[in-house]
């Protein structure tokens, strides 16, 4: 069950540029305002991340979808209503985000977040939250609570309670990129 103060806490944390540490719709997950830059930054730094590697954002409706993005394609929503999955699309151009939080050309990768704790945390937010997986550059990510390292719950600014005695292993998304009236999947 959800507490209520979990939400708070952890909206209050974004709200004040920090980063918290959370379940989402895939594994555990660093997540920041995907607006703000410096919050941007210290998720790299948490994570000691190259800022050329692009992160996932977090919406939590089709409708915050279209305030992120130039176009959504047909393709795109197809998709979306098809997958059973958690799904990230790669847009071609994205908008009102944070440099950060898109690729040096502009695209965006963004996924509706299904998970009820994240999905409420976005909605009560109002706006997108980026997310990457809660492990240092180059080890493995955290499909539990329990696989995520001490380091990373010492850098960040909350750590969400909700999931954090969930045995299930989770797995990241899907990722598709959409070029023109192409659909490619990468992973």
């Known amino acids: 069950m959800i507490h209520p103060n979990d939400i708070a806490r952890a909206k209050t944390s974004i709200l004040n540029g920090g980063v918290i540490l959370c379940p989402t719709d895939t594994i555990w997950g660093l997540s920041a305002d995907a607006r703000d830059n410096r919050a941007l930054v210290r998720v790299f730094d948490i994570k000691n991340r190259p800022e050329n590697k692009s992160m996932i954002v977090l ?3 089709e409708t915050m979808l279209a305030n992120y993005v130039n176009e959504i394609p047909k393709l795109a929503i197809d998709l ?3 997958a059973s999955q958690p799904t990230s699309i790669i847009y071609p151009s994205g908008k009102n985000l944070a440099p950060l939080a898109m690729a040096a050309n502009g695209s965006v990768a963004i996924r509706i977040v299904k998970e009820e704790f994240c999905n409420r945390l976005i909605t009560e937010l109002g706006f ?3 997310s990457t997986s809660a492990n240092l550059s180059g080890e493995a990510s955290a499909p539990k609570f329990e696989d995520v390292s001490a380091i990373i ?3 960040v600014d ?3 309670e909700y999931k954090q005695n969930d045995k299930n292993e989770a ?5 598709f990129s959409i070029k023109g009236d192409e659909i490619e999947q990468l992973r």
């Open 59 to 61: 919406v939590s409706d």
């Open 80 to 82: 979306l209503h098809k």
């Open 128 to 130: 997108p939250i980026i």
């Open 153 to 155: 719950k010492d850098r």
């Open 158 to 160: 909350y750590i969400v």
């Open 171 to 175: 797995s990241a998304s899907s990722i």
